[in-house]
């Protein structure tokens, strides 16, 4: 590798949303970080088949008013 372009590659620990951790590589943060997640294999809903976690509702309600003349009428 060349010297002085690559950005520092470091151990860190990561905590999954049941506890569990593991330590990996990585290029986020600082040696010995721990990076704790809010969303992992275990619990989103694309590989559990429940719901999405809608993080601002205000969003989907601005939506909704924005483009409520386009839906289909019944």
Same mark, same amino acid.
């Given at each position: 590798m060349k010297k002085n372009i690559h950005p520092d590659y470091h &151990? $860190? &620990?990561?905590?999954? /949303? !049941?506890? /569990? +951790?593991? +330590?990996t590589r990585s290029t986020w943060g600082k040696e010995n970080d721990i990076l704790k997640l809010d $969303? !992992?294999? &275990?619990?989103?809903?694309?590989?559990?088949?429940g719901t999405q976690k809608i993080l601002d509702k205000g969003r989907v309600s601005k939506y909704n008013k924005k483009f409520s003349n386009l839906r289909s009428k019944k």
């Open positions: &151990k $860190i &620990k990561v905590v999954m /949303t !049941d506890g /569990t +951790e593991f +330590e $969303i !992992d294999p &275990k619990s989103h809903y694309a590989w559990t088949g």
